[in-house]
């Protein structure tokens, strides 16, 4: 489902994202007949959208950088070049806006700055500015010595950074979220990450200890590892009575995990400004850089329970009760261009390999891709997270987004092996269709697919029956007749007839996989629903 749009010159509504008077709604809420339908931008293309007296925007679609070039200067009468040149455009304009993929449903109430990079509408790749799309006009500038990576900036730890004076905020007179996706290169000395004027007093600081340090006088501490992205929250709430005769009392959220909480008295002066990303201000004379990475950052007013954390940080409102294992090619924390571990984003010490020449795209914020009718490329996923997190009453549910790329042959992908067993348990592509087999080939109603489509499939089980999914809908019941518990060896696009070997090109899937999750449970047709509706925009569904 693309985003939806309005053009207003009036509030910001619920469930919205905002660049100048242009609304971009996150499938977060219901926004009945004012809003207009938008289109799927393509994929390594964009879609503009353009103010109309009536009848909503008109809207055009650009394949690649040449259509975008070509249609800009159409629209504005120019005689731009380069693409940049259209993105720098856009992001000036009030009644326009470009976007290269539908933005995320992450919780939009009381949001007063949302900096994403991956995003052209925030940062049209090679701008000064880092655009603001909380509708305040919160913007970064200037950018010092950043180098944008496609997906966040780099900081160099000596000169890098980037500040605003954030309009309307005041983090001593009310409760407030913070909020950074971050990587640290180095955790050798004290750092300012994301902190207002003269600190640390306020925000997220890399200690003199190599801790990460959440600070609104008070602080909160978690272990941090050089090279590895990591989603921050950080509730503040001032007390009370606002002044400091009252207590300041700080949460800190780490990748989803409540790590504590700790009170300290109320200072004077966090509403220091300006703010600033990679270095600490220091009322003129900038020092404690930041070496590492920044891909987004937001500030709220009041409070996130643990469903806005996780909402936030696994890019929508999914089904988290009983949540095993969560690994996404588009979440940072999970996978980064250039990597071969697949991080999973319930248990760290899990991972998946990526063998032979699996590769990245940008496809849907990410997409690994793995070619058929080979033997060398493959996926290795993490097979303890079967052995000790599932059930052995047979009670459990597998979830992804995948892409299957054609509709030939009889082939394999998510199967388990052990020293005696080979393919256990694994799912069967045949032709268009696809069915468990679970010791032997199962009898029931298959999904059905098309070449290259990108689609939600979902197995719940129960412990004597499989129950199919695709895109929210049930499909069908199999019998389940072998748990997968005490599997040593599970690849997603391969066949087994040895463990994690005896591979057959004839029977390896042509693939590609955005998310993989496993439920330590039988997840309900209304949370199967659920977690389709909570990330089907990103897929364009």
Same mark, same amino acid.
């Given at each position: ?197 003269? #600190?640390?007093? @306020? ?11 959440? !600070? *609104?006088? %008070? &602080? =909160? /501490? ?55 990303? #990679?270095?600490? @201000? ?11 990475? !920044? *891909?987004? %950052? &937001? =500030? /709220? ?58 590769? @990245? ?181």
């Amino acid at each position: 489902m693309p985003n939806v749009i309005k053009y207003t010159t009036g509030a910001t509504e619920t469930g919205c994202l905002r660049k100048g008077n242009m609304l971009i709604g996150n499938n977060t809420a219901d926004y009945g007949l004012t809003f207009y339908n938008g289109i799927n931008p393509p994929d390594g293309g964009y879609t503009i959208y353009l103010n109309k007296a009536t009848g909503g925007p008109s809207i055009y679609t650009a394949n690649n950088n040449a259509e975008l070039i070509s249609i800009t200067n159409q629209i504005a009468g120019t005689n731009y070049i380069t693409s940049a040149q259209c993105l720098e455009y856009y992001a000036g304009q009030t009644d326009k806006i470009v976007l290269n993929a539908n933005l995320s449903p992450i919780v939009t109430d009381g949001l007063i700055l949302c900096l994403h990079a991956s995003d052209v509408s925030s940062y049209p790749k090679t701008s000064n500015i880092w655009y603001d799309l909380s509708g305040y006009g919160n913007n970064f500038t200037p950018m010092v010595n950043m180098s944008f990576t496609g997906r966040s900036f780099d900081f160099n730890g000596t000169d890098s950074g980037v500040q605003d004076h954030i309009s309307s905020y005041n983090p001593d007179s009310a409760d407030s979220v913070m909020e950074l996706w971050f990587k640290p290169m180095d955790l050798s000395q004290e750092q300012a990450i994301f902190s207002d004027n003269y #600190g640390p007093e @306020y925000g997220f600081w890399i200690h003199s200890n190599g801790t990460l340090r959440a !600070i *609104a006088y %008070a &602080s =909160v /501490y978690a272990n941090l590892t050089v090279g590895k992205w990591y989603h921050a929250i950080m509730n503040i709430d001032p007390g009370a009575t606002k002044n400091s005769t009252d207590q300041t009392y700080v949460q800190l959220y780490l990748n989803g995990e409540y790590i504590g909480q700790s009170n300290a008295n109320t200072g004077n002066g966090m509403n220091d400004q300006p703010f600033t990303l #990679g270095y600490d @201000y220091r009322s003129g004379s900038p020092t404690r850089y930041f070496s590492g990475s !920044i *891909a987004a %950052a &937001s =500030v /709220y007013y009041g409070q996130f329970n643990q469903s806005e954390v996780s909402q936030n940080y696994y890019g929508g409102p999914i089904i988290t009760d009983d949540l095993v294992l969560a690994l996404d090619a588009g979440n940072l924390v999970s996978f980064e261009d250039g990597s071969t571990a697949w991080y999973d984003m319930v248990n760290s010490n899990y991972s998946a390999s990526l063998v032979g020449n699996v590769s @990245y795209s940008t496809t849907y914020n990410g997409t690994l891709n793995a070619d058929g009718s080979q033997t060398s490329d493959y996926i290795i996923l993490p097979h303890q997270v079967l052995d000790n997190d599932i059930s052995s009453n047979g009670a459990w549910s597998l979830e992804c987004w995948l892409r299957m790329d054609n509709t030939s042959g009889t082939t394999y992908f998510f199967s388990t092996a052990t020293p005696s067993t080979t393919n256990g348990w694994i799912i069967q592509k045949n032709s268009n269709t696809i069915f468990p087999w679970n010791e032997s080939l199962q009898n029931g109603s298959a999904i059905s697919f098309t070449a290259e489509e990108t689609f939600h499939l979902t197995l719940t089980i129960n412990g004597s029956s499989i129950y199919l999914y695709k895109n929210g809908s049930y499909i069908g019941r199999y019998s389940y007749t072998k748990n997968i518990t005490n599997a040593t060896g599970w690849v997603l696009n391969q066949e087994q007839d040895a463990l994690l070997g005896g591979f057959q090109s004839s029977q390896a899937t042509d693939m590609g996989i955005n998310i993989i999750r496993v439920y330590n449970k039988t997840l309900s047709s209304e949370e199967v629903l659920q977690n389709f509706n909570a990330q089907r925009n990103r897929f364009g569904i």
